[in-house]
């Protein structure tokens, strides 16, 4: 099976014909859609840390992934500084207090999204990291995932991720190594301020990117997503960088940001954030 990197070969040489976020088309066929089957939550202890900073994962599968055939969507979700670890079982545990693997473990993450064409079910995969994570970790996960039989579908491969795990998503979103492999990331309430080079990749690569964040964040400054959304938009994409920038005097933006139940009105559909991510994908 193709490793992440080859398939950034491949990605890489599409996006000189204009690749990039895709929208949905509204009637063609998707192979990566199919029933609404709930799936479970699993750990995965490595007996070797990925790229030396991913000890560990949880792993939800649709519950047809076994039969089905078909393709799933992946969302990667990167954790906040709270969650670090070794990854191994207990340390693990940890990885459901927040954002979608807490959802996940509540009960609260729907089986399936129905956006325009079908209804999809994701493959979320939650990494632990040991240390403030790097482009290269995802990549390695990525190049794991594959290599372990998993049924994605390389066009709709998704990043999100909250506080630490938001400025991974920025990192890994504007690195020219993996910017070709993403159809669409979700940065919350991101750990890292903006550059002007990376802007500009995600701008040229037309990656959709929706930043979320609370105004009075006493921990990230709101300025750090603002900052990005600005530099982005500067540089003209074809896909506008949206933010959303919750008033609350706190640094949770992501209860609000994950909740499926959180939707906002774009270009005429009522959606929450895994329906706006489902709308793009690489051609």
């Known amino acids: ?36 089957i709930a799936g479970q939550q699993l750990k995965h202890v490595l007996a070797t840390p990925l790229d030396g900073n991913i000890g560990g994962y949880l792993e939800y599968l649709p519950g047809d992934h076994a039969t089905s055939g078909h393709t799933y969507p992946l969302l990667i979700f990167c954790h906040g500084a709270g969650e670090t670890g070794d990854g191994s079982e207990a340390s693990l545990d940890a990885l459901a207090r927040n954002g979608v693997p807490k959802l996940i473990q509540d009960g609260n993450f729907p089986a399936g999204f129905t956006v325009k064409a079908g209804t999809f079910a994701f493959i979320v995969v939650s990494p632990q990291f040991i240390a403030w994570p790097a482009p290269s970790n ?78 009075g964040d006493p921990t990230v400054p709101v300025n750090n997503t603002l900052h990005w959304i600005d530099a ?23 209860t609000q940001a994950y909740d499926p139940d959180y939707r906002e009105t774009l270009d005429g559909q009522s959606l929450n954030v895994y329906q706006w991510l489902l709308s793009y994908r690489k051609p």
């Open 1 to 36: 099976m193709a490793t992440a990197r080859s398939l950034c070969l491949l990605l890489s040489a599409l996006c000189l014909l204009g690749c990039g976020g895709s929208s949905e088309p509204g009637t063609q066929p998707d192979p990566s859609s199919g029933p609404a």
């Open 232 to 254: 982005i938009n500067s540089h003209g994409p074809a896909i506008a960088a949206r933010k959303t920038i919750f008033i609350a005097n706190a640094h949770d933006a992501w």
């Open 138 to 215: 995802v990549l390695a996960l990525l190049d794991h995932l594959n290599a372990s039989g998993l049924r994605i579908d390389p066009r709709r491969v998704y990043l999100t991720g909250l506080s630490m795990g938001g400025g991974a998503t920025w990192a890994t979103a504007s690195s020219a190594g993996a910017l070709p492999l993403l159809a669409a990331v979700v940065p919350v309430c991101g750990a890292m301020d903006a550059n002007d080079a990376g802007a500009r990749r995600i701008a040229e690569a037309s990656l959709p990117v929706w930043a979320l964040h609370n105004d």
